[in-house]
Every structure is written in structure tokens, then in C-alpha cells.
């Protein structure tokens, strides 16, 4: 059975670093994308980008390109999702999902990010 | 990018009854070569993370009801829920996976009348 396991919630300060983590297992890791989705209070889903760990070959929504990196650690079987300067406005919940190219099999249990002076 | 759009935002029904939500995407969602509709639908219950119901427009993932069917071609699709249960209460939301970046629909949020 896919299991996706992230990281705890967390609290930061506007322009802070912040690196947050979704651990795979039951299944082969190199060989589904993995990938995140941003869910703001109150509000729907957005798709923000998608690693395959088996080659690093990511694609990131263009709403989210140069503000996030995503990356795969094939050792650990986790990937992550960072973040080099953040705002107020990054507050939200971010989901990992897994894929094999088409639709979510499988969604973590979410990582609220809560940024605030 | 590929727009979603759902209808109604929200709807309530009675138990029992059926509940339709509809998703219209900006340009189709039909592969011509694989001949499949690159859509999906999810389920997002209160407090929880969403989860798959739908692929390919109309199949079921394993283990959700029968009661649950995903139709349409194009761009145009429909996710009938028949006799409604309490457990159905939740945000329903379509998806493209055609293209990057995947898109979703802005949501249907299913209420008990």
C-alpha cells in the first residue's frame, strides 16, 4: 500500500528558509512522480510542480517557478519541498501526491505552513 | 493553461437522492491516439486530505461505491453521486492531467438538504 508520511507543521517569520519533507513507501520510489499541491485557508487546490526522482526531471507550475525548489532523495525515498524567502502569503497547507504520469493515487496528510511576523 | 470550471460551487441534497456536479474544461481533454479523457475526480471530506474517486472521466478507483459515476468526453463531464449518504458530505473537485501544470476545478462543496 502507497503511504506518503510529511513533516510537521510549521511556524516562520517572513523571509525565512524553510524545507519541508514527504517520506514514500509500498511502492518503487524512482519510478512514480511525486509532486505538491497547495491548498490556502478556505480555498481549492493548486498544482505547484513534479519531480521524477529517477532522473531529477521536474516541472513546476509557472505560478511557482523561481519561488520553490523541488528535489527527490532516492537514498531516503523522500522528497521535499523548500522555500528561500518566505511570505505571509505561503501560508497554507501543502499536500504531496504521488503519480505515475496521470492522475493523484495517493495524497499525504498535509503540511501546514504558517508564515507570520 | 487549461482552465477548469465546475458547477454548481455548492449544492445541497436530500439523503438518497442524487447529487450531479458538472467540470467544463477550456479545450479538450480527449488524447486522440490513447482515445482516453485525461480527467479525474477527487474527494476532499472535512479536516482530511483528498483523495481519488475517478480517472480516465469514468473509471472507479478501487474500493469506491457504484454509486459514484464519472461520465462526459471533450470538454465537457459530469460526477453523478446516486443515493446520497451522510459520509458524502465533502468537496468535490475535477482535474486535467493533459497538460503541465495540471489544473483543478475551483471546487463543488456537496452539503445534506
Known amino acids: 500500500e502507497i503511504q506518503l508520511v510529511q513533516s510537521g507543521a510549521e511556524m516562520k517569520k517572513p523571509g525565512e528558509s524553510l524545507k519541508i519533507s514527504c517520506k514514500a513507501s509500498g511502492y518503487t520510489f524512482t519510478y512514480k512522480w511525486i509532486g505538491w499541491v497547495r491548498q490556502m485557508p478556505g480555498k481549492g487546490l493548486e498544482w505547484m510542480g513534479i519531480i521524477y526522482p529517477r532522473d531529477s526531471d521536474t516541472r513546476y507550475s509557472p505560478s511557482f517557478q523561481g519561488h520553490v525548489t523541488l528535489s527527490a532523495d532516492m537514498s531516503v525515498e523522500t522528497a521535499y519541498l523548500q522555500w528561500s524567502n518566505l511570505k505571509a502569503s505561503d501560508s497554507a497547507v501543502y499536500y504531496c501526491?504521488?503519480?505515475?504520469?496521470?492522475?493523484?493515487?495517493?495524497w499525504g496528510q498535509g503540511t501546514l505552513v504558517t508564515v507570520s511576523s | 493553461d487549461i482552465v477548469m470550471t465546475q458547477s454548481p460551487d455548492s449544492l445541497a441534497v436530500s439523503l438518497g437522492e442524487w447529487a450531479t456536479i458538472n467540470c467544463k474544461s477550456s479545450?479538450?481533454?480527449?488524447?486522440?491516439?490513447?482515445?482516453?479523457?485525461?480527467l479525474a475526480w477527487y474527494r476532499q471530506k472535512p479536516g482530511q486530505p483528498p483523495e481519488v474517486l475517478i480517472y480516465w472521466a469514468s473509471d472507479r478507483e478501487s474500493g469506491v461505491p457504484d454509486r459514484f459515476r464519472g461520465s462526459g468526453s471533450g470538454t465537457d463531464f459530469t460526477l453523478t453521486i446516486s443515493s446520497l449518504q451522510a459520509e458524502d458530505v465533502a468537496v468535490y473537485y475535477c482535474?486535467?492531467?493533459?497538460?503541465?501544470?495540471?489544473?483543478f476545478g475551483q471546487g463543488t462543496k456537496l452539503e445534506i438538504k
Open positions: 479545450q479538450s481533454l480527449l488524447h486522440g491516439s490513447k482515445n482516453q479523457n485525461y
Open positions: 501526491v504521488v503519480s505515475g504520469g496521470n492522475w493523484f493515487e495517493m
Open positions: 482535474q486535467q492531467y493533459l497538460t503541465t501544470p495540471q489544473t
